[in-house]
Every structure is written in structure tokens, then in C-alpha cells.
């Protein structure tokens, strides 16, 4: 299945356009390579469809930031492919085994593979992603070379994963696992496997029962605020699922996760409160006032992009309980110019609906 990816690096961030950005060049493969050969530069190639969005956002909003020309112009050769309809595109998705858009390369002058990742990143992060390829510890191409080379050390191996990962070209879970199995369970307990534990296990997976289980002992190894955060999100993830219907709504469990999370003493978890009010709220049909004086009480407290995601979830899934004059202050309370619009039209569709029946 062919995937379109968006990294929201900043959640919801907006961009700044400038004229002034990425030079694409209009070449063949080949000669983008050899041009790049020549000028002693390396080779950047964004391999995108014409269905993908945030294809079309990275090429509207990224690519032509003034300070995507800054970094990228001196350093390389810049070249745009269509994956499904031009000759070098569909070679380069059979040759890296592509399933997901966009897809960035980045070759040397002779025209080996030094990092690929996968999914559109907003903004100026952009380039701190790019940058990864002259890190030795994260760079794609280097660390298959470790791993052909039979290295199997923890390092290599964490790093390559978390590179796989990023690639979206292969199943890397059977090689995860093995790794995981591989591990004494307190070799698991460092910064270098936190990502075993973050995005790639859920809130109810044997891994996150592990990872709480040994909470405190993550906490000494990698600081108090990751360790933490790790687990927030994972909770944020659960009770946005529940306001978004992504999951079915169960009382019973949602109270048992409720218990989980006060047991865990996690450090700055009132958008935690927010979530687990507006939720109840939903559930039972009842406690407006408690959702807006929770989100009123997070304000200031988590950063801005945190309560924009929450009232994204919670202002449309309690709307019905909710009277115009809370909406409006709950509104209020967001903070970022691409939220609001969207929502406003959910508002506007949902106030309307009544009358269309």
C-alpha cells in the first residue's frame, strides 16, 4: 500500500514563504549526479506523486523558504522526480523499494545512497532532518553499511532500526523484535532503546507495561521529563482517540486507564486533565463548565501546540453539550492561525446541520 506521510515536527505550525527557496533542477538523474560530481556537492532528491498532499505542501510551503535556499543551494544539486510517471522516479522507487510520499535521498557525487528517510516535515526542521545524513549515527547509508558488515552492537542496531523506521521501505518489526529478544531486560533501559517504548508501542502493549513497570528506573537513565513525556503523549494518543471516535468509548476501561495515569505521578500532566474531563464530560453528557475551566486551567501550563491539538479533538466531540458562549471562549483559547480556520468550519457545519434535517 503506498502511504503519504506528514511529520508534524511543530504540531499545526505555519510557515513563512519567501521566493527565495530550493533551486530544483530540470536534469536527468545522471546528469543531476555527475553536475554534483563536478561542484564537489551532494545530491538531494525529492521523489513525490501527484495524489500525495504533503507532497504538495512540502513543495508549496517548505521548499521555498529563504532559508531552504540558504542551506541547500551551496551544499546540493536539487532534484524533484515524480515516483509514478517519470523513468528515474519509478527506478529509484524499485531500487529503494519506496512505499511512502514524499521520499528524500540524499547521494554523494558518485551516486551512492548516504540517507533516506521518509514523510513531509514542516518547517525549519526540515533541515535539521536533512542534516542527519552527515551524522554518522543516523545517516541511512552509513549504518547499512555497519549492519552488513555484521555489527550487531546495541548502538548500531538502535540506530539502524530507528533509520528502517524512517525509510518506511521495509517491515522492520521482525528485526525489532529480535533485537528486543536479543536484550537482557535491563540492557532495555537506556536512552538508546527509549524509542522501543515511544511511538512504536501502545498505551495497553506488553512493552509499555514494561516501561511503567521499570518507570523509575527509565527516569534515572534518561532524565525525569523524557522518561515522562513518553508516557503523556501515549495517554494523549488514548483519550484523543476516545474524543475522535478513533476508539470505541468503554467506561470501564477508560476509568482504568484513569488509575494507571494518577499512579504514575507524571511531572506537567494538566492537558492530561483536560483530556480526562472532556472525555467524562462526552461519556456522561454532562459537565460543560468542568471542560472549559480544565482548558482554561491548561492554558499557560503546556505549551501552546499541546492545547490546540486537545481543543481540535475536544471542542467538536462535545459540541452538543456545550452552549455558543463556551464554544466561543474555548475558541478562544486557540492559539494557532491553521487550527482555528479548520475548526471554525467544523463549528459552522455542525451548528448548521439542525437545520438540514
Not at 530550493?22 to 501527484?50: G, R
Not at 546540493?76 to 521520499?103: H, M, Q, W
Not at 508516557?231 to 476509568?255: D, I, S, T, W
Not at 499541546?306 to 481540535?312: G, N, S
Amino acid at each position: 500500500m503506498k502511504r503519504i506521510i506528514l511529520t508534524l515536527i511543530v504540531v499545526f505550525s505555519s510557515v513563512l514563504l519567501s521566493a527565495q527557496g530550493i533551486e530544483f533542477q530540470h536534469l536527468t538523474l545522471e546528469q543531476t549526479i555527475a553536475k554534483a560530481k563536478a561542484e564537489n556537492k551532494y545530491v538531494f532528491i525529492d521523489v513525490y506523486t501527484d495524489w500525495c498532499g504533503p507532497c504538495k505542501l512540502m513543495s508549496a510551503q517548505v521548499f521555498p523558504m529563504k532559508e531552504m535556499g540558504d542551506y541547500f543551494n551551496p551544499k546540493f544539486v536539487s532534484l524533484k522526480l515524480n515516483g509514478e510517471t517519470t523513468v528515474d522516479g519509478k527506478s529509484l522507487v524499485s531500487k529503494y523499494k519506496i512505499t511512502a510520499y514524499p521520499t528524500f535521498i540524499i547521494l554523494d557525487g558518485d551516486g551512492n545512497m548516504i540517507h533516506l528517510f521518509a514523510g513531509g516535515v514542516i518547517g525549519l526542521a526540515f533541515i535539521d532532518k536533512v542534516a542527519e545524513s552527515f551524522n554518522p549515527d543516523k545517516a541511512m547509508g552509513n549504518l547499512q553499511k555497519l549492519y552488513d558488515s555484521g555489527d550487531r552492537s546495541k548502538k548500531t542496531m538502535s540506530s539502524y532500526l530507528k533509520a528502517l523506521i524512517n525509510s518506511y521501505t521495509v517491515d522492520y518489526r521482525p528485526m525489532l523484535d529480535k533485537f528486543v529478544d536479543s536484550l537482557k531486560p535491563e540492557e532495555l533501559i537506556c536512552n538508546e532503546c527509549l524509542f522501543i517504548f515511544d511511538d512504536l508501542a501502545r498505551l495497553d502493549s506488553p512493552r509499555t507495561d514494561f516501561y511503567i513497570k521499570n518507570l523509575d528506573k527509565f527516569r534515572a537513565s534518561v532524565g525525569r521529563e523524557k522518561a515522562d513525556t513518553l508516557l503523556k503523549k501515549k495517554f494523549e494518543a488514548y483519550y484523543a482517540g476516545l474524543l475522535g471516535n478513533q476508539r470505541p468509548k468503554n467506561e470501564v476501561e477508560f476509568e482504568a486507564v484513569n488509575k494507571k495515569l494518577d499512579s504514575l505521578n507524571l511531572h506537567k500532566t494538566d492537558i492530561l486533565s483536560a483530556y480526562k474531563t472532556t472525555v467524562k464530560a462526552v461519556m456522561t453528557n454532562s459537565g460543560a463548565d468542568d471542560i472549559v475551566k480544565a482548558a482554561k486551567k491548561a492554558v499557560g501550563k503546556v505549551h501552546s501546540n499541546e492545547t490546540d491539538v486537545f481543543l481540535y479533538y475536544a471542542i467538536p466531540a462535545s459540541f452538543s453539550i456545550l452552549s455558543n458562549e463556551q464554544v466561543d471562549q474555548l475558541m478562544a483559547l486557540v492559539k494557532n492561525e491553521n487550527v482555528r480556520p479548520k475548526l471554525e468550519s467544523t463549528i459552522k457545519r455542525m451548528r448548521e446541520k439542525p437545520a438540514n434535517k
